[in-house]
């Protein structure tokens, strides 16, 4: 049943017709996966991808890889660059 939910949320959180302030709250989110899908829904304010950029930070994560498209803002791709340490370009 909790699994269920788990991935009901995630399918919400992927969804780039979710509203914006679901998906802020779903960023708030107790399950990583969840948060991953907020992080990867295009529709994600940017405010929101920053702070959940400061979550993986907080937690002691080692390294995120952040795939950009090309119409990313660019002082959003400035400040993930700051965060990662150092960036790939493909």
Not at 59 to 81: A, F, N, R, S, Y
Request: contains cysteine; proline residues 6%; charged residues 30%.
């Amino acid at each position: 049943m909790i699994r269920d939910d788990i991935n009901e949320q995630v399918r919400i959180a992927a969804n780039p017709n979710t509203p914006k302030e679901t998906l802020i709250e779903l960023s708030k989110d107790n399950y990583s996966m969840v948060r991953l899908a907020v992080a990867g829904n295009p529709s994600t304010p940017k405010e929101t991808l920053i702070k959940l950029m400061n979550k993986l930070r907080l937690d002691d994560v080692d390294g995120v890889l952040v795939v950009m498209e090309t119409d990313v803002p660019e002082d959003l791709k400035q400040i993930l660059i700051v965060m990662c340490g150092k960036t790939i370009t493909v």
